[in-house]
């Protein structure tokens, strides 16, 4: 394996709270609507919030055809974000011709990103544990095998036999961003020739109570940038992209999606969950992904926001986004995908990196739903307010800052 | 490119607090595992005041769960055998900590003070804890390091992930200088659940620690004067079809594969290995394929049998690596075996077909 400069997508899958696949993502990112709703997966009643973005039940006949289609054991039993991560990744390989079979070659890795893994199915058996000592000997192992969050990628990795490099990265909501800029990384420096990369978590009483009792949920909806924003709102899926060299890429006819152009990550070094107010974190994460991409700022078009609808946050984000851009930031259009899926924690970056992906594909920018009145300590202006907007663009960036003051910037080029 | 060096360990180990404290135990052949009244012999670490460690925390320790206090302690000690000591010396280090289970024992309290007390008595001190990055956001506020910060989670081999993904970041120019390692707690959760689903390895004790090293790049080692331990080659990671995602099973080819890359594109010669430490010194598979990629029996750490053995672990002998490869007169076993060779050997198996290779070389200078 040659070390590669040029590294591009080729394919992508998506699991989102809009259905299954890209083009159900596609088609809520044109229309500006929210998939906010009342929580259905658990009892929800006691909280401050009971709002959140859960994925539609699929329908199990096609998404076996679909996992069938690319010779992938999609297997139910192991939860949620790993019935969900299988689901993305069958796609994502799909579209970029390839079959399972194709995944035992050793130069195939795995990099993936999240938070919850299967803490929703592991919540039950931990909440017995102390009503006996032989709960071990009763209880079924396998459930509490799902909660650490590498048996998601181990899930992704037995179901594609794969030979080659697994990793699971986890630094809360940046984790998938992290894990597709060290998908990049093995590329470059020659020790894969292709990686899965991307993310997924599942909605689970623990992330919701935590939120909710840091008093950081929306009562209703996530409103970002908005003057009227009161928090976020969870969600929940996944998506995954086939990462590979420009020029193999080319030889093997497999068309590019966008080109993944560079990567940038720093720690704060201030607070375990809030970020600085100058947004001196995030603004470095923006021009280190700019940087490592070679591009200058003026060529940046639209940036797909962290923008998490809490306060605090949103402010921050964007006096980073002047900082990097000064004067242009007012009219460059910043949107938050999250005002439509919610926030997918450890799967946030993937989902956004794919609303990007077709952004650039397809000429549009994705919206923040909902926004109407401005805040008047944010500066920018243009939050492509309610439904996407035909507008192309050639260079953009896709924010995921997160706890532990884990700031993370992907910069993606269209080619 | 540069070829990274270890500079500096800090060790949080049941065999001793810091380099000297567990070099001396570990000289002296001394075993931290003793028998337990509610399971199995296991090796825990002593109480350890995070406050003698941390002076600068203040307040912030009493926020800080106990694998996060695990993680700064052994930063802690990594920057003072380093010495590393003024204000700023650690601003554009990056960060990579390896921790497979977290704070378990800290989401199942987090969980069952909800079901007991309900959502509006959630703790939301505790939350923000049980993110698998706590330890890392702790390193960094504490010690002021901006550069990249990754925690890796990949099972039974994170430890060795974090030090390879520095020593590669380190390689390719990103950063000149990373602090790496991992932790993991043995608590009531893991050790049960382990147990019951038979996850723990065949031979060896249960065990907790924390191990974080340095790495410099040789230009940036040099500028201080510091004193190299070994010089950090390379990690090689890939994975094995397995019967289950959960099954712990060691592959032949896949050792032998790694291996057999490792050695190639770090240019060393089977005959250079000296030592070998991998994370199941039992394993009959593991052991076959390293002698057969070896050519010999090499002398093998006993660590499992002294420290006992955590999903992190990689990085504890990483740091072990190091300090045998900068003293050839410390044993690599209880029974007194010296390494024959220039270069270290670490190999893990973790859940799922993991499998991890690590190399470390002596240092030239």
């Known amino acids: 394996m040659s070390p590669s400069e040029r590294i591009v997508i080729t394919g992508m899958g998506v699991v989102s709270p809009a259905g299954y696949g890209v083009a159900a993502l596609e088609a809520l990112l044109r229309s500006g609507e929210c998939r906010v709703a009342p929580i259905t997966r658990f009892d929800a009643s006691d909280y401050r919030s009971a709002a959140a973005a859960e994925v539609p039940e699929p329908n199990p006949d096609s998404l076996s055809m679909a996992a069938r289609a690319v010779g992938l054991r999609l297997t139910s039993g192991y939860g949620r ?141 996530p409103l970002p940038f908005d003057g009227r924003r009161d928090g976020m709102c969870i969600g929940e899926g996944a998506a995954f992209f086939v990462l590979e060299d420009e020029h193999s890429a080319a030889a093997r006819g497999a068309t590019a999606l966008a080109r993944l152009a560079g990567f940038g990550a720093v720690s704060e070094a201030h607070h375990l969950v809030q970020p600085r107010g100058d947004g001196a974190g995030a603004a470095q994460a923006m021009r280190l992904a700019l940087d490592d991409a070679g591009i200058p700022a003026q060529r940046v078009g639209y940036i797909n926001a962290h923008g998490t609808a809490t306060p605090h946050n949103d402010k921050a984000e964007a006096r980073a986004v002047e900082q990097v851009f000064g004067p242009r930031a007012r009219a460059l259009p910043v949107s938050s995908t999250k005002s439509q899926v919610g926030h997918l924690l450890g799967a946030s970056g993937a989902l956004e990196l794919a609303a990007c992906t077709l952004a650039l594909q397809h000429g549009f920018l994705p919206p923040t739903s909902g926004w109407e009145e401005a805040d008047p300590e944010i500066a920018l202006e243009d939050f492509v307010a309610g439904a996407a907007r035909d507008q192309q663009v050639d260079v953009l960036l896709s924010n995921s800052f997160a706890f532990g003051g884990n700031d993370a910037s992907l910069c993606l080029e269209k080619l | 490119m540069s070829r990274p060096l270890v500079t500096s360990v800090g060790l949080l180990s049941p065999l001793g607090v810091g380099r000297r404290a567990f070099v001396g135990n570990w000289r002296a052949g001394h075993s931290a595992v003793a028998a337990r009244d509610d399971g199995d012999p296991a090796a825990t670490l002593a109480a350890f005041k995070a406050r003698d460690f941390l002076p600068g925390a203040g307040s912030m320790l009493r926020r800080m769960d106990r694998l996060s206090r695990m993680i700064c302690v052994a930063t802690a000690l990594a920057c003072e055998d380093a010495g590393l000591d003024g204000d700023d010396a650690t601003d554009d280090l990056a960060l990579g900590v390896g921790t497979d289970l977290g704070t378990l024992d800290e989401t199942w309290r987090f969980l069952s003070r909800l079901r007991d007390k309900g959502p509006a008595l959630a703790n939301p001190m505790s939350f923000p804890n049980l993110v698998p990055n706590a330890g890392a956001g702790y390193v960094g506020i504490l010690f002021g390091m901006k550069g990249p910060s990754q925690t890796f989670c990949q099972h039974e081999i994170c430890g060795e992930e974090a030090v390879g993904w520095a020593a590669d970041g380190i390689r390719a120019g990103r950063f000149s200088g990373a602090l790496a390692g991992g ?183």
Not at chain 1, 183 to 199: D, K, T
Request: overall charge negative.
């Open chain 1, 81 to 221: 974000a790993a019935l969900y991560g299988l689901a993305a990744v069958a796609e994502a390989l799909a579209v970029a011709g390839l079959h399972g079979s194709d995944c035992s070659d050793p130069g195939l890795g795995l990099a993936f990103g999240g938070s919850t893994a299967g803490t929703l199915e592991a919540e039950e058996p931990l909440l017995l544990l102390d009503e006996g000592g032989d709960y071990w000997q009763a209880a079924e192992p396998s459930r509490f095998l799902v909660s650490p969050v590498g048996s998601t990628a181990a899930i992704l990795a037995h179901s594609l036999a794969l030979r080659g490099p697994v990793s699971t990265i986890s630094t809360a909501c940046s984790s998938a961003s992290n894990a597709i800029g060290t998908a990049l990384h093995w590329l470059r420096a020659g020790r894969c020739s292709r990686v899965i990369a991307g993310g997924s978590d599942a909605l689970c009483r623990l992330t919701h109570a935590g939120f909710n009792s840091l008093s950081l949920v929306a009562a209703e909806r």
């Open chain 2, 183 to 365: 932790a993991e707690e043995l608590g009531v959760v893991r050790l049960q659940a382990m147990q019951a689903a038979n996850c723990l390895p065949p031979l060896g004790s249960a065990g907790e620690g924390a191990a974080m090293v340095l790495l410099e790049a040789p230009e940036r080692a040099a500028a201080r004067g510091a004193s190299v331990l070994a010089e950090y080659l390379g990690t090689w990671t890939g994975c094995a079809p397995v019967r289950s995602p959960f099954a712990m099973a060691t592959s032949e080819e896949a050792v032998s594969r790694l291996l057999s890359r490792a050695l190639l594109e770090s240019d060393v010669e089977p005959s250079e290995l000296g030592v070998v430490m991998s994370s199941s010194p039992g394993d009959v598979v593991l052991n076959e394929a390293l002698r057969r990629v070896a050519g010999r029996e090499l002398p093998a750490a006993d660590h499992h049998l002294r420290v006992g053995v955590h999903p992190a672990d990689g990085s504890f002998r990483v740091a072990l690596s190091a300090l045998l490869l900068a003293d050839s007169t410390l044993p690599v076993n209880a029974g007194g075996d010296l390494r024959c060779g220039p270069v270290a050997l670490i190999v893990s198996v973790g859940r799922g077909g993991m499998h991890a290779v690590t190399l470390l070389r002596e240092s030239s200078s």
